[in-house]
């Protein structure tokens, strides 16, 4: 049974930072891509970051040059780093696993990425 487990989540002042974490188990081969998605209240879920199916790195337009994608491999886990947080970056965010459509690194419009497994979410609140 695959299983994505987010944490790291919290109630931060703007212009800190959080790490998020998310350890992945029950894929009979390791998830190539790998991705980052967040949603507030009352909007759509966007992509954030990813590690694409070719390797390197997406961003979405609002978070590049302040969000860091990395994975450990060892460790079955994905890690988010966030500096420079914004109000405007609270959200529930969710680790996804498992491209299904544009996966590669050209694809870099985050409303074009699709997932196939999901995780709970970890809260991010971004206070002013």
């Known amino acids: 049974q695959v299983q994505l487990v987010e944490s790291g989540g919290d109630t931060v002042q703007a212009g800190g930072s959080l790490r998020l974490s998310c350890v992945h188990s029950?894929?009979?081969?390791?998830?190539?891509?790998m991705a980052w998605f967040r949603q507030a209240p009352g909007k759509e879920r966007e992509g954030v970051a990813r590690?694409?199916?070719?390797?390197?790195?997406n961003y979405g337009v609002s978070v590049k040059g302040r969000f860091t994608i990395s994975q450990d491999n060892a460790k079955n886990t994905l890690y988010l780093e966030m500096d420079s947080l914004k109000p405007e970056d609270t959200a529930m965010y969710y680790c996804?696993?498992?491209?299904?459509?544009?996966?590669?690194?050209?694809?870099?419009?985050?409303?074009?990425?699709?997932?196939?497994?999901w995780g709970q979410g970890t809260q991010v609140t971004v206070s002013s």
């Open positions: 590690i694409p199916i070719d390797g390197g790195t």
């Open positions: 029950g894929f009979a081969f390791r998830p190539k891509s």
């Open positions: 996804a696993a498992l491209c299904l459509a544009n996966c590669t690194r050209t694809y870099t419009n985050e409303r074009l990425w699709k997932y196939q497994y």
